[in-house]
């Protein structure tokens, strides 16, 4: 029974990780068609050197129905598939529950939502959504195998469910980032950081086990995609398909260096990307306060007008700068005729033998060309210069500026000289992104913070490090500095400054760049932007989770002084609302309407007039606000007090699994008026019996320990409440790691047994 | 004051990494003298074809002369350097002290005697005594930092010291095993996963900051020594230098690939590995029993031969395979001949261009024959085909066995089949290493078992690559099985198998090899090999960990059945030992005398005659036996209670600082024995008032709580004791998560300060 249990946690991880790689696929799937149809039709209707009209009516319609439906879905499916979706999960993870976040429809919303927002342009990612959609996969999952598969998790353990849950849901957010990024350790890592509840080796192991079948999933169904007969022969390991990225064959270790006075420009750029990050968070707050006042969410058309404008002026803007760009020549090597035809135009079309292949899949001039040096409106043999930025999908851009001509840099300067962005079409890349991410950021339509971020911060470390390599030149020395490093760095750089996280997306750079010797120059850079950013503001998720004011308690570090000072006596509520073991239902009614607590002591002492604050009251258990609505609801336990009491359950399995019932029944239960107004007046005579569906034994923490305990108490048991014992406790025993290690607490059991059986006998 | 003590921390861990990345490059230093020195004098008295007697008995005497500093080390100077030092940390992180583990004696004898102990050639590796030393670090500069410097935690936190240095100790084990293999997250995720005290983000970062400074202080120690006048040309990140290699530019992305029908040979391998490390961990066991009956710690001298015993046994093992060799004969590429002189003797002695070269810092041709083909007892043209493996240093040999031959298997099936092992010695290695293995690990001498058990893993793994490999091509297929993903993969299991740890060394076998490629299947290796090792045994640590009876707790999914039926109340002991908050000074030896408890209730509930056992009593604090100890020999706090009471002290300042002060009043205090000699019989009938040194506020758990949860408490919170309830408690209130949260906190601070200022005026 035990061993099942844990085999079913083990299988309903990798199940996990499987159902988010399908996913995964699905969606990229998705977004590969939006983006073919929508460059094709717009391309198509480009003719070089004219008015260009036509393409961009072409290109801003298609990219404004796709954002409709994006918005659409939020607007009218589920309003809570807006935004990146990590603030709520990671709310959800700390121990606060919101409503239908968890839902089917919301997974559709969201994972749907999310292909359409990132296929219509708008600047945005799917890593957030993805983390929620794993989030969703995973709760969904372990409920899923809980009651309809006919797994169940142990029968004593009264709150076991609700924190297995949270276990499974913090798997699947792993999962999520993972194949999001095809990043298996800082998925994981990133639930650990945000998520703080791995409590266990063991579920560190699951989600580690959860988030390489996930990646796992997502290569084989891409390599199956890519050539379905020579699966057998295809080899895992030598290209990079790194979620963001897939080429064939590069030169790993070629292609970052760095040098060690290169140190502190990191750490400037840390910072800058600290600052970035803080005027981000700052400018996107007071977007957020001016979209509560005339874009609430309740006003669904607003909102959803708000997304197609946004995608309209993003799509203008992107076609504008396309179309206003410089011309440069195409790079020597590419320089075939553009032809749809074939082969067989002067220069030939193979790449020469010692070059890596550019990309995966990539294997002609022409391809590489007719891929990555687009003439649109410019003449046959040269390219559009800021289309090679701005007229390709986010992630692509990225991509490029990140590694594009990495494997020419050691071919000499002439050559590589030709792959350079140019000094301006980087610096209007950065300005332009920045502020379009800012504003897009919140908007009603699922969008991801990760991508855009890095985009910008890739441009700008492109530009410190184009700066950094004019300076050395202009010394003479014959040092190469490595222009994709800065790239790379600056990326981390503006991402730390921006969600404030650090292990996490120190290594999410690393595993999604495959930059493993850059592991300690990231984490320097991250390091500063976070310390230079906690200045300014706090992290996007964080100020999100605040401003919707949600309990959430952060790091015991940044708890303030306060919890170390006070006591936790100091913090509690004056009075104390109890209920009686076995009570009115009129009385239970009015306890509810006249409180919002979430929890009530169940106790025989009178709290009534003798009793003075402070006192204390002897507690037989606890019991939440959301058991007692579902036993109005539902009837349970109540009885006339005049009459014979009929038996409601036979035995404690029974009552364990009557317990469950009323756990299963879907969170949303309506407000006490609500219930009050279909009781009857006989109904509300009766009494209520709350013994059996108590806590018995909640946690108890000392008047007098400081309010830090308890604050590491509730974040790392999860917890909702706790009682307060008098200044002097009474106490009946004590207990020492020696009654717990494993063969005493055996033996212990086996006398309990023993007795047991005495007893019976 | 607050925001002080947190850059504190922050410098503390850089501090850490910094002096750990130093003790590291000096050790490798040092280990490097050795085995030159060892080498040089052996190979210079081998003539080919000789008797080789005269070159067994350099070999022998050098090596146990080596072997008999480390072993001093151990017996003469600090019995707990002896072995891997794992188990021992892995124990005070649990929240067990072991008296003597963190002393700067230790230290000395655990890192000096490693570099003997390696240098010796006994099969060990430095990782184990690494973790120790970096442990000591930590601990020590944090003490050093907080009361030699100046530096001081927060007054009035009274356990805080304790757990403040336990952080340390944990970044500074990560640290270590960062250093030993050059791999910063492994090195971090070591410690997650075995130490299991990163409670929080801000810690993790902490420890990823001090691992990542090790590791590049480390870097950048080895390129200053290599060449330091180019040292501000030196290309980061380019080489391969992990730890165990250092290899330039080697093609990353050629080196390690996979199709997805190895994936079940994979878990084949895992399963290979789970029961070798289960027979390793029984065998071992056995050993260790004999050791103990045999050559008991206390026997200095005995402990002291046996480890130059099994050095001798060691040598000579090697030494006669070496001199046993068959000769093969040298690649052709290296067939220049192996003079001292200089260069032209027809192959040229240039690597030809497109190679790659082979290994850092090797650059010609002849180097390359005179490190890698040595000839030893063969012909001038012919190389020692088992002294490529045995007659090299352990990590040598394991690099070998990772990496020979790589750069060359792209250039045709001829050239590479040159660069293979033979089966015969691939197996010949695995059986002796596996046997000295574990016959080393347990001696008295600092022994690490990572590198042994990788050596041992990868050649198992070479060879199952080979069969795979032979089966694949009498297909008559042309799929080319890569052998150095098998040797990746077995060594991985074979770890794995060991220790079972598992998310750490995935990570640490990815980085300490580069094969980032690889994490996916090395995950599921590594998950065969603990699923299938546990069931036959516990990891090596575990086992130990548990022969030496340490109150350990496992994870608590690994606690057994027991803890989740159990009430907290039904393990606690059945008499409760209470003291009195004044009490005579007699009683109080008394109760030390009569007791071994580690903690006392304080209470003034007589449990005298009429006191039943389960009766609650007021709990007024708690006390460790260690501060009545210490109180009692420095006579702190006692009174003729006949004459008027002398003040102790003026103010609670002076009282916090006369508690720190006896903390820090070194660990061992003699047993109550000695102490109550020295009392004289008028100090005897004195009082001593224990109220200002007991703690206030224990950890208080409900008495009907499942034991798991008292069981968690004890883990995540690192308890030695805590209090029971009574079944129905009194409780004065409740706190909720809203009470916590850091606006409402600091309101009720300012309130308090109000009330404070308010009441002064």
Redesign the interface.
Known sequence: D?KAE?QWRWAMSVLIGVVMGFLAFTVDGLIKKFNGWKYGATTSSISPGGAGFGAWLVWVIISCLLASVAGGLVSYVEPLAAGSGIPELKTYLN??HLRGLLRIKTLGAKLGGIAFSIGSGLIAGKEGPFVHGGGLVGGGLSAFGSHTLGFRT?K??HFRNDADKRDFVAIGTAVGVAVAFGA??GG?LFT??EG?SF???????RG??AT?TG??TTH?LD?LDFDAMD??????????DFGLFTDD??????V??????EVPIFAAIGCMGGLLGAAFVNINVKITMWRQRFIPVSDKYRRHAEVIFVCFVTATVLFIMMAASPCKPIPEAYRVAAATDGDGNGVSDELPG?VAKFEYGVETRRQIRDQYFRSLFCKADEYSSYGQLFFVPLADSLKLLLHLGEVYEQNGTDEFEQHLFTMDALIMYFVFMYALMTWTYGIGAPTGLFVPSLAVGAAGGQIVGRIVRAMVMSTG???VVDLH?YAVVGAAACLGGATRM??SI??LVM?TT???????PL??TI?FAKAIGDKYSMGIYDTHIKIRGA????????????????K??????DS?VTLRPVMRVRELVEVLTNTS???F?VTITDVGEGHNA???????GSITRNILLKMLTHRVSMFDPEEPREVLYENSEDRDALLEKLKQIPFKSPGVEMIASTLSRREMELSIDLTHFMQ????????????SR???L?R??G????????S???????????????E???L??GE?AADLSYEEL
């Open positions: 035990y844990e121990g606060v142990k004593p353990s298996p350790i994981m650990v950081e703080a409590h266990s080796t063991g579920m560190l192991w580690f086990l390489c990646v796992l084989w390599q699966f057998a022969g295809a080899k895992f390991g030598v290209h990079r064959e590069a030169n790993y270790s070629r970052f260096w760095w040098y060690f006075w010692g020395s014959e040092i490093t650090t292990i120190t290594v595993e495959g930059s493993m010797q850059l592991i300690i984490m320097l390091f309990p959430f308690l952060d790091e015991p570090e940044h708890a303030g002084v306060a919890v170390d000072k006070l936790v006596a100091e913090v509690m509520a104390l607590h979430g929890a002591p402070g006192d204390p009251i002897e507690l037989h018995r034994h909640p946690f108890i923490v000392h008047a007098d320990a400081r309010l308890a604050y590491r509730f790392t048991m917890l909702r409440h706790m009682y307060i014992t008098p002097k406790p009474q106490i009946i025993g004590v207990v020492t790691r020696k009654d717990l290690v494993e005493s607490a055996a212990t059991l309990k």
